[in-house]
């Protein structure tokens, strides 16, 4: 069974997670998981080409264009709002989206989840795009 301790860090946690409104606040969370994060290393993965099941290769670029800034789109050609925060002010202000993001666009493009030093990573890149 667990001890009341072991709660402790997963429900501050989570109160964090609830608090965390801007795009610092939830790279923080994430780097507190991963234990740093490189700007420099979520570019990369923002362009890593990765084969898909398909045989086709297909990266974070595939649906939202090699510029953060850009508009992208989804396979039905529906239009994505930019990644970066400078170039969309709603963009990494819910934590709960970008959870929920992070868990459909791995899977779809990693056929995984991503780890938590990825997704520090690439938070990181984006924040870091002016």
């Keep these: 069974s667990m001890k009341p301790y072991q ?5 501050l946690f989570l109160a964090a997670f609830a608090r965390a409104e801007t795009p610092q606040q ?8 991963a234990g740093g994060a490189s700007a420099a290393r979520g570019e990369k993965f923002f362009f890593a080409r990765v084969p898909q099941a398909s045989g086709e290769m297909a990266s ?13 789109k989804t396979r039905a050609h ?13 963009r990494l202000t819910d934590p709960a989206k970008v959870a929920k993001w992070f868990k459909r666009n791995c899977k779809d493009a990693l056929a995984r989840e ?4 990825e997704k520090a990573d690439f938070l990181a890149f984006l924040i ?3």
């Design 7 to 11: 709660l402790a860090v997963p429900l």
């Design 26 to 33: 939830i790279l923080a969370l994430y780097q507190q998981q």
């Design 60 to 72: 974070c670029t595939s649906c939202h264009t090699d510029n953060p800034k850009a508009i992208g």
């Design 78 to 90: 529906k239009p994505i709002d930019p990644l970066a925060p400078v170039a969309n002010r709603e």
């Design 114 to 117: 991503c780890t938590a030093q």
């Design 128 to 130: 870091s795009v002016k």
